[in-house]
């Protein structure tokens, strides 16, 4: 069932959340698991986190939030074309952070265009151009790993620890994720600057003139204060999917968001990560974890500690290289988990590891949809896409592995 669903989302014969109920039906049909213990998966609480910050970007989008800061941010970058790069980096971060990558770079693409459509800089032929739409795919696809609700993986993550008797939440993500996102954020924009050296220096930024909104204003708060009690957690001991429940109810209360508003949500997304959960936690019933764990085991013994991290980043890189990060990370995860208990070391590391590393995919244009987008803007070639994406992907695992060695203790 494994193989099968690898085969499909790879190919992608069918849609990527047909062949996750695809994986589910199987798994009760061949695989012997009782219909409760499969289909428990797809509203699991981690499938009710994703779901809380889905309806956040959602009102964050009706009420025009999300274009209001960009604009805001992006407009004291004003002036010079390096720190304007800087800028569309660290920006398209920080909203990928509270919500898909893909929402993240559909926000910041259309910015970025227009200021390099003012500034007469041509598709295909602006150096420049193509640093700015890289940067928007980049910055998406980094933002996801600052925070335990930016990408799937790092939910995914939380799903297989707690399963291990482990209390893995915001702050535990946090103190792992949000610097590795931040070193990533510098490397990013030195090495687009680098390879797509710039052919101005100077660039202008037309300015935003709407005004912050009554209804902004309440979107604004509910997400400050869910941000807040997700960050809290370990103090008021209310789980993180019963927080994500918070802005559902608040948002629908106070009239900020309708039915209309709750079908935009990313259902087919849902639908895969609960697939992907349910098959994760075949993968480890089965003792098919173990087995594959005891293989990479003998491959990794004797390895110094940040070999091992590298050679993580390296494996996640090239399985999400074919795969969604979503069905890497499923296939991944409960492999790392048990390769934790061969290795005697930290899982909680460990995993987190190898949930970054199938969240370092930055070298071809079907890798993740903002590289799609990045793509499809006009401005780049898919070897622009390799020239940069190579160095960052690699500069990533290293990173990593010094970060996890140095700084999280194993």
């Known amino acids: 069932v494994t193989a099968l669903s690898m085969v499909l989302w790879i190919s992608e014969a069918i849609p990527l959340h047909a062949t996750a109920l695809l994986a589910a039906f199987l798994l009760v049909v061949a695989g012997g698991f009782s ?100 940067g928007v795919a980049y910055g998406a696809t980094i933002g996801g790993i600052g925070t335990l609700i930016g990408s799937t993986p790092n939910v995914l993550t939380q799903k297989f620890l707690a ?89 629908y209360v106070l009239g900020l968001v309708d039915t209309k508003d709750f079908q935009k949500v990313g259902w087919d997304s849902l639908i895969l990560i609960g697939g992907g959960i349910a098959l994760g936690m075949a993968i480890a019933e089965s003792g098919l974890a173990e087995l594959l764990s005891s293989f990479l085991g003998g491959v990794f013994s004797n390895q110094p500690l940040i070999v091992i991290l590298f050679l993580l980043g390296i494996a996640g890189i090239m399985l999400t290289s074919f795969l969604s990060n979503t069905a890497a990370s499923a296939v991944l995860i409960p492999i790392v988990t048990s390769l934790s208990a061969f290795l005697g070391l930290d899982m909680a590391n460990l995993v987190v590891a190898g949930a970054i590393g199938v969240s370092l995919d930055f070298m071809f244009p079907m890798g993740t949809p903002p590289s799609a987008l990045a793509y499809s803007s006009g401005y780049i070639h898919s070897w622009d896409m390799v020239k940069a994406g190579f160095i960052i992907s690699l500069l990533g695992a290293l990173v990593l592995a010094f970060m996890g060695f140095v700084f999280w203790g194993f």
């Open 163 to 251: 399963q291990n008797g482990l209390d893995f939440g915001f702050v535990e993500w946090g103190v792992r994720g949000f610097p590795f996102m931040v070193a990533m954020v510098v490397i990013c924009w030195l090495v687009l600057k680098t390879v797509f050296r710039p052919e101005i220096k100077a660039i202008e930024i037309g300015k935003h003139v709407a005004v912050f909104s009554r209804e902004q204003k309440m979107v604004g708060g509910i997400f400050l204060l869910t941000v807040f009690l997700w960050v809290t957690e370990s103090i008021h001991g209310i789980h993180n999917s019963i927080v994500a429940l918070v802005p559902i109810i608040l948002l």
């Open 35 to 134: 219909p409760d213990k499969v289909f428990a998966q797809f509203f699991d609480r981690v499938v009710v986190l994703v779901l809380g910050g889905f309806v956040l970007a959602v009102a964050l989008s009706k009420h025009h939030l999300d274009d209001f800061l960009a604009h805001k941010i992006l407009g004291r970058f004003n002036g010079s074309a390096t720190k304007l790069l800087f800028g569309v980096i660290a920006v398209t971060a920080f909203l990928s952070m509270w919500m898909s990558n893909s929402a993240a770079a559909a926000i910041a693409m259309p910015i970025a265009l227009v200021i390099l459509s003012n500034n007469n800089l041509k598709p295909l032929e602006s150096r420049f151009g193509k640093s700015m739409v890289l």
